[in-house]
Nanobody, 121 residues
Framework: QVQLVESGGGLVQAGGSLRLSCAAS????????MGWFRQPPGKEREFVAA????????VYADSVKGRFTISRDIGKNTLYLQMNSLKPEDTAVYFC??????????????WGQGTQVTVSS
Protein backbone atom coordinates (compact mmCIF):
# COMPACT_ATOMS: atom_id res chain seq x y z
CA GLN A 1 0.00 0.00 0.00
CA VAL A 2 1.23 3.49 -0.86
CA GLN A 3 -0.05 6.78 0.53
CA LEU A 4 0.84 10.02 -1.24
CA VAL A 5 0.45 13.59 -0.02
CA GLU A 6 1.17 16.56 -2.29
CA SER A 7 2.12 20.05 -1.14
CA GLY A 8 3.54 23.27 -2.54
CA GLY A 9 0.72 24.46 -4.75
CA GLY A 10 -0.50 28.04 -4.75
CA LEU A 11 -1.05 31.21 -6.73
CA VAL A 12 1.82 32.57 -8.83
CA GLN A 13 2.18 35.14 -11.59
CA ALA A 14 3.04 34.11 -15.12
CA GLY A 15 6.78 33.63 -15.47
CA GLY A 16 7.15 32.62 -11.85
CA SER A 17 8.19 29.33 -10.26
CA LEU A 18 6.80 26.79 -7.82
CA ARG A 19 8.11 23.53 -6.44
CA LEU A 20 5.65 20.76 -5.69
CA SER A 21 6.47 17.98 -3.26
CA CYS A 22 4.89 14.57 -2.81
CA ALA A 23 5.59 12.67 0.40
CA ALA A 24 5.21 8.92 0.06
CA SER A 25 4.36 6.58 2.90
CA UNK A 26 5.72 3.29 1.65
CA UNK A 27 8.16 0.68 2.85
CA UNK A 28 10.47 0.87 -0.17
CA UNK A 29 10.13 4.07 -2.19
CA UNK A 30 12.49 2.82 -4.88
CA UNK A 31 10.11 -0.04 -5.71
CA UNK A 32 7.87 2.47 -7.46
CA UNK A 33 8.10 4.67 -10.49
CA MET A 34 6.52 8.05 -9.86
CA GLY A 35 4.59 10.50 -11.97
CA TRP A 36 3.03 13.93 -11.94
CA PHE A 37 -0.29 14.50 -13.64
CA ARG A 38 -2.61 17.49 -13.79
CA GLN A 39 -6.25 18.28 -14.42
CA PRO A 40 -6.98 21.75 -15.79
CA PRO A 41 -10.41 23.23 -15.01
CA GLY A 42 -13.09 21.61 -17.16
CA LYS A 43 -10.62 19.24 -18.81
CA GLU A 44 -9.46 15.66 -18.40
CA ARG A 45 -6.46 14.59 -16.38
CA GLU A 46 -3.20 14.60 -18.36
CA PHE A 47 0.34 13.37 -17.99
CA VAL A 48 3.03 15.87 -16.97
CA ALA A 49 6.22 13.99 -16.07
CA ALA A 50 7.47 10.64 -14.81
CA UNK A 51 10.61 9.29 -13.21
CA UNK A 52 11.87 5.74 -13.02
CA UNK A 53 12.37 3.79 -9.82
CA UNK A 54 16.07 4.61 -9.62
CA UNK A 55 15.64 8.15 -10.88
CA UNK A 56 17.90 7.51 -13.85
CA UNK A 57 15.15 8.01 -16.46
CA UNK A 58 12.65 10.82 -16.85
CA VAL A 59 10.04 11.71 -19.43
CA TYR A 60 7.99 14.88 -19.93
CA ALA A 61 4.92 16.05 -21.76
CA ASP A 62 5.85 18.30 -24.67
CA SER A 63 3.94 21.17 -23.09
CA VAL A 64 6.27 21.30 -20.06
CA LYS A 65 9.58 20.12 -21.53
CA GLY A 66 12.38 22.54 -20.73
CA ARG A 67 10.34 24.29 -18.02
CA PHE A 68 9.53 21.54 -15.49
CA THR A 69 11.93 19.14 -13.77
CA ILE A 70 10.90 15.96 -11.96
CA SER A 71 13.19 14.50 -9.30
CA ARG A 72 13.06 12.17 -6.34
CA ASP A 73 14.91 11.86 -3.04
CA ILE A 74 14.86 8.18 -2.17
CA GLY A 75 16.25 8.80 1.30
CA LYS A 76 13.37 11.17 2.09
CA ASN A 77 10.64 9.20 0.26
CA THR A 78 9.77 12.39 -1.58
CA LEU A 79 9.00 13.28 -5.18
CA TYR A 80 9.43 16.82 -6.53
CA LEU A 81 8.29 18.86 -9.49
CA GLN A 82 10.18 22.10 -10.08
CA MET A 83 8.06 24.33 -12.29
CA ASN A 84 9.68 27.37 -13.91
CA SER A 85 8.45 29.91 -16.46
CA LEU A 86 4.88 29.14 -15.50
CA LYS A 87 2.07 30.02 -17.89
CA PRO A 88 -1.64 30.56 -17.27
CA GLU A 89 -2.31 27.31 -19.14
CA ASP A 90 -0.40 25.45 -16.41
CA THR A 91 -3.29 26.20 -14.05
CA ALA A 92 -4.60 22.87 -12.81
CA VAL A 93 -4.86 20.49 -9.90
CA TYR A 94 -1.59 18.58 -9.80
CA PHE A 95 -1.47 14.96 -8.66
CA CYS A 96 1.41 12.68 -7.88
CA UNK A 97 1.07 8.97 -8.56
CA UNK A 98 3.00 5.76 -7.97
CA UNK A 99 3.20 2.49 -9.86
CA UNK A 100 5.63 -0.38 -10.17
CA UNK A 101 5.81 0.24 -13.92
CA UNK A 102 7.35 3.44 -15.32
CA UNK A 103 5.48 5.26 -18.06
CA UNK A 104 3.22 8.07 -19.23
CA UNK A 105 -0.13 6.29 -18.97
CA UNK A 106 -2.87 7.50 -16.64
CA UNK A 107 -3.45 4.13 -15.02
CA UNK A 108 -1.01 4.45 -12.14
CA UNK A 109 -2.04 2.40 -9.12
CA UNK A 110 -1.75 4.96 -6.32
CA TRP A 111 -2.71 8.64 -6.30
CA GLY A 112 -2.48 11.62 -3.99
CA GLN A 113 -5.33 14.01 -3.31
CA GLY A 114 -3.94 16.80 -5.49
CA THR A 115 -2.70 20.34 -4.98
CA GLN A 116 -4.01 23.42 -6.77
CA VAL A 117 -1.68 25.51 -8.92
CA THR A 118 -3.04 28.78 -10.28
CA VAL A 119 -1.01 30.95 -12.64
CA SER A 120 -2.28 34.49 -13.15
CA SER A 121 -1.58 36.47 -16.32
Amino acid sequence: QVQLVESGGGLVQAGGSLRLSCAASVRTFSDYAMGWFRQPPGKEREFVAAISRSGSSTVYADSVKGRFTISRDIGKNTLYLQMNSLKPEDTAVYFCAADRIYGTRLSYDYWGQGTQVTVSS
